[in-house]
């Protein structure tokens, strides 16, 4: 890996800052598309999409609380509904500032002000690289909705179902995105400082470093 030339060094460097909008946007378009459902003493009920079995719980947990009814499972439903929309928003936010102010960044020498103001507006957000590997796997909560649904069904309210997709289950692909994302982001970690192609890393010239010697 270290024998690879300089420009796919550098590419990749770029890319670890730019999968994560990529990948939210995949994750965005196929929850919006119906292609999984429950299936209830052998009938198949109906095909839903991530967003319309979100909205359908957020239904039934507004009726339950009407009736009090619904015990552990309208609380545990109630707030993963509400981290359904929280948590990939701020993904969203995240993952654009990243790709933006990474894009910004990097299309200047590493010392200038525009390239070290990119990053501070980045550091807002994502102080630091922990914080960009966690915020990867915002998104899994949101995927994770209908095994959180089965789980109310079968575990708590004692009913035979069972969750069947006709593509790959959500949580599995925006785990293998988060997974895929973070791992090319320690990869590359050395080439981002040989290149200065790190965006947690604010690079000064040496004239400003003269000058915060001198107190100026």
Same mark, same amino acid.
């Given at each position: 890996?270290?024998?690879?030339?300089?420009?796919?060094?550098?590419?990749?460097?770029?890319? &670890?800052?730019?999968? $994560?909008?990529?990948?939210?946007?995949?994750?965005?378009?196929?929850?919006?598309?119906?292609?999984?459902?429950?299936?209830? +003493?052998?009938?198949?009920?109906?095909?839903?999409?991530?967003?319309?079995?979100?909205?359908?719980?957020?239904?039934?947990?507004?009726?339950? *609380?009407?009736?009090?009814?619904?015990?552990?499972?309208?609380?545990?439903?109630?707030?993963?509904?509400?981290?359904?929309?929280?948590?990939?928003?701020?993904?969203?936010?995240?993952? *654009?500032?990243? !790709?933006?102010?990474?894009?910004? *960044?990097?299309?200047?020498? $590493?010392?200038?002000? =525009?390239?070290?103001?990119?990053?501070? =507006?980045?550091?807002?957000? &994502?102080?630091?690289?922990? &914080?960009?590997?966690?915020?990867?796997?915002? $998104?899994? =909560? !949101?995927?994770?909705?209908?095994? =959180?649904?089965?789980?109310?069904?079968?575990?708590?309210?004692?009913?035979?179902?069972?969750?069947?997709?006709?593509?790959?289950? +959500?949580?599995?692909?925006?785990? &293998?995105?988060?997974?895929?994302?973070?791992?090319?982001?320690?990869?590359?970690?050395?080439?981002?400082?040989?290149?200065?192609?790190?965006?947690?890393?604010?690079?000064?010239?040496?004239?400003?470093?003269?000058?915060?010697?001198?107190?100026?």
């Amino acid at each position: 890996m270290s024998a690879l030339p300089k420009p796919l060094r550098r590419f990749l460097c770029r890319l &670890c800052y730019l999968l $994560p909008a990529v990948f939210g946007i995949v994750l965005l378009v196929l929850a919006a598309i119906p292609h999984f459902w429950y299936v209830f +003493d052998h009938q198949a009920m109906e095909t839903h999409s991530l967003f319309s079995l979100q909205g359908n719980t957020w239904a039934w947990t507004q009726s339950a *609380a009407a009736e009090e009814s619904g015990g552990i499972s309208l609380l545990l439903l109630r707030i993963w509904c509400v981290l359904f929309w929280a948590l990939p928003i701020l993904y969203g936010i995240v993952a *654009a500032t990243a !790709a933006l102010t990474s894009s910004i *960044a990097f299309a200047y020498s $590493p010392t200038s002000r =525009v390239a070290n103001k990119a990053k501070r =507006v980045l550091h807002l957000l &994502c102080p630091n690289r922990i &914080c960009f590997l966690l915020f990867q796997f915002l $998104p899994l =909560v !949101a995927a994770l909705l209908p095994q =959180v649904l089965l789980f109310c069904y079968t575990a708590l309210m004692g009913m035979e179902m069972r969750l069947a997709t006709e593509l790959c289950h +959500d949580w599995i692909l925006a785990s &293998c995105f988060a997974l895929l994302s973070s791992i090319l982001f320690f990869v590359t970690l050395p080439w981002q400082r040989e290149e200065r192609l790190d965006m947690f890393r604010i690079y000064k010239s040496k004239d400003a470093i003269k000058k915060e010697e001198a107190g100026l």
